[in-house]
């Protein structure tokens, strides 16, 4: 019996459907995650150029938009046990170019910018509120790393009820192997997968 029957079998995999009210959330497409000299390598830059065309319908159709940056004090005053796991994060300063949006995705008046300390965009930050204030149902997401950030976001996603989306070809890691992974379990249990021509497509019509 292969992986996806047993999945099946079990129950998981449903669709959780599009909403009324989406929002866009770009998870991290900074430039220290762009360049493989520092977090980046595999996919990024192919989910980044997919991202641009997502983000240009989002803008036309008005949906609200969200960025994530994960920086830090330069002293190291707000690190914490992700910063053990992973210390060179602590160049990601907020005037280090590393933790700057890349050009291609650069944000524009009216669209939410929110500062991170670990890899879900909704722990300890006002992303829920920001949602709430839009009347968001579903949340469309994009970034990297597909197995970091991008997961923790889409599991906090749907535990606080918002029908989740992942643009399959807009995420990005610095290793297939973990993508695909990762992938494939969002779309089992906590999301539901599409690449970017369905999402516009779909929102499209809405």
């Not at 047993?6 to 929002?23: H, L």
């Not at 995705?105 to 965009?121: D, F, I, N, T």
Request: glycine share 8%; charged share 20%.
């Amino acid at each position: 019996m292969s992986d996806l029957e047993v999945y099946k079998q079990q129950g998981f995999g449903a669709s959780s459907g599009f909403g009324q009210r989406p929002a866009l959330l770009i998870v991290d497409f900074v430039n220290g995650f762009a360049d493989p000299k520092y977090f980046g390598g595999g996919n990024i830059p192919a989910a980044i150029d997919n991202t641009k065309v997502l983000l240009e319908a989002a803008r036309k159709l008005k949906l609200p938009i969200c960025y994530t940056r994960q920086y830090y004090e330069k002293d190291g005053s707000d690190h914490g046990v992700f910063n053990l796991k992973a210390p060179n994060l602590g160049i990601l300063t907020d005037d280090h170019p590393s933790s700057h949006v890349v050009d291609a995705l650069k944000p524009q008046s009216g669209e939410y910018v929110l500062r991170k300390l670990a890899p879900s965009a909704f722990f300890c930050t006002d992303l829920v509120n920001w949602l709430a204030f839009r009347s968001v149902d579903t949340v469309i997401v994009t970034g990297c790393t597909t197995s970091g950030c991008v997961r923790a976001s889409v599991v906090d996603s749907m535990s606080y009820n918002y029908r989740t989306i992942v643009a399959t070809d807009c995420v990005g890691d610095r290793a297939m192997g973990p993508h695909e992974a990762n992938l494939f379990d969002m779309g089992q249990k906590y999301a539901d997968l599409h690449d970017s021509s369905a999402i516009i497509e779909r929102l499209s019509k809405r």
